[in-house]
């Protein structure tokens, strides 16, 4: 091999590798010059958002720091008296229960003059608890039994005036019953009626067709009582042997009219 042979192969492999090797690497390694910069960046952000918002929180607080700690003695006050009243209701409606039972003896006993006294005083004591409704109709029916409707309307009145509650329904029909006493027909019967019209269950709402039907028939509106028995009538399954007894009632009153 000549010297110039040598020469030659010994040059054109460096050539070679710095003309293309350096090339293509520099091609290979491209990439966009704000890559790296925009992906530090954006997980860069939420951190630097909350970090913010703990130092706006952090000087907010020290620059009302006053209204924080009225805010907090504000708070404890509040839950310590919900805490209490709780308790006081609690002890309430206990002491509410062992009273009415003491009353309730005192029914049995036939210490009719005593339970009035006590359930008046139950009432004023007690008048916010879940029991007022039975005490008022056990205080109304004692009213009633011993000749008193004044007062039994009076007792009776928050009670039954406008029913919704079974309680109240009971209520209604000793008010109606007071009216009657009282004589006061119309309002014994709007009274009965109210209750027709509102209860859903069967016998209350026959009791009061019953006993609306009888004060028109008292009062001669014969028609209007014969009205209210065939409301009654028409409610009553066709086997029921009601039927046969309404039926009988309305023939009373239409020979009494002819007579």
Do not use: C
Request: charged share 20%.
């Amino acid at each position: 091999m000549t010297p110039e042979a040598v020469t030659l192969g010994f040059s054109a492999f460096p050539l070679a590798a710095v003309s293309q090797g350096p090339f293509q690497n520099t091609k290979m390694s491209q990439r966009h010059p704000g890559a790296r910069r925009t992906a530090h960046t954006s997980s860069d952000e939420p951190d630097d958002i909350l970090i913010a918002r703990i130092f706006g929180l952090g000087k907010w607080s020290q620059a009302n720091q006053q209204l924080l700690m009225v805010l907090g003695v504000v708070a404890v006050i509040v839950v310590a008296g919900l805490m209490y009243y709780s308790s006081y209701r609690a002890q309430l409606h206990d002491q509410a229960a062992q009273q009415l039972e003491v009353i309730h003896g005192s029914i049995r006993i036939r210490d009719t003059e005593g339970a009035k006294i006590d359930l008046a005083t139950f009432l004023d004591r007690f008048g916010t608890t879940s029991y007022e409704g039975e005490a008022r109709l056990m205080l109304g029916e004692l009213y009633l039994e011993s000749g008193d409707p004044q007062q039994a309307l009076a007792v009776l009145g928050p009670l039954g005036s406008s029913p919704r509650s079974p309680i109240e329904f009971q209520g209604a029909a000793l008010l109606g019953a007071a009216y009657e006493q009282e004589g006061r027909w119309d309002d014994a019967e709007a009274t009965y009626l109210t209750i027709a019209n509102r209860s859903e269950l069967g016998f209350q709402v026959r009791d009061a067709l019953m006993a609306a039907a009888r004060i028109r028939g008292d009062q001669g509106d014969g028609e209007g009582a014969i009205e209210l028995y065939e409301r009654m009538i028409d409610e009553l399954e066709e086997n029921s042997p009601d039927r046969g007894i309404y039926q009988m009632r309305i023939q009373e009153i239409r020979s009494a009219s002819n007579t």
